[in-house]
């Protein structure tokens, strides 16, 4: 039997759009296309969009029902199923658990996050904030800890302890701008 899997991060992209309000696929990838704050990041094509909701429904995060158009004689409407909630909720507020995440995962988790209350966004960047400040101590200390010769690894371990040093400024950064607009 196959192993049932969870929701990959642009699923849950569309399960936050999807919670926003009743929408069908048509309307779904015009919107993912032509808003901003999503295409920056993200891209798909239409049929990945198909497969995705089909994938969705199947696994009763989004229910679909079929109501006339003025084009065709019928579309599907996609909904947000109560599981679909509780797993987008749950999703939302849970911090990425591996550093490359942040720029892909995160950033969805940021853009429905910012439509929530501060003290949920800000307990959010906390956790997360707390989580990358361990991953910087453990790449001090497993610098700290390569030969001299190892160059390379130096090198590689440096790059990653930047690029972490650099999410947790950004992440306090983001706190700011959120908290300059309350």
Request: charged content about 30%.
């Amino acid at each position: 039997m196959a192993r049932k899997q969870d929701p990959l991060t642009i699923e849950y992209l569309l399960l936050g759009i999807i919670r926003q309000k009743p929408i069908h696929a048509y309307d779904l990838d015009k919107l993912l296309n032509e808003r901003e704050e999503l295409n920056i990041i993200w891209r798909f094509n239409q049929s990945q969009l198909y497969a995705i909701l089909e994938k969705l429904e199947k696994n009763h995060l989004i229910e679909s029902t079929l109501e006339p158009g003025a084009a065709y004689p019928f579309r599907k409407v996609y909904v947000l199923t109560e599981h679909g909630e509780d797993s987008f909720q749950e999703w939302k507020i849970k911090p990425v658990d591996k550093s490359r995440s942040l720029r892909s995962e995160f950033l969805a988790k940021l853009y429905f996050l910012n439509d929530d209350p501060l003290n949920t966004f800000e307990s959010v960047l906390f956790r997360q904030i707390e989580l990358c400040e361990g991953w910087v101590t453990a790449l001090e200390r497993r610098l700290k800890s390569v030969d001299g010769e190892s160059a390379y690894i130096r090198m590689v371990l440096q790059f990653r302890l930047e690029n972490l040093n650099a999410a947790v400024a950004w992440l306090k950064e983001c706190l700011e701008i959120r908290r300059g607009l309350e």
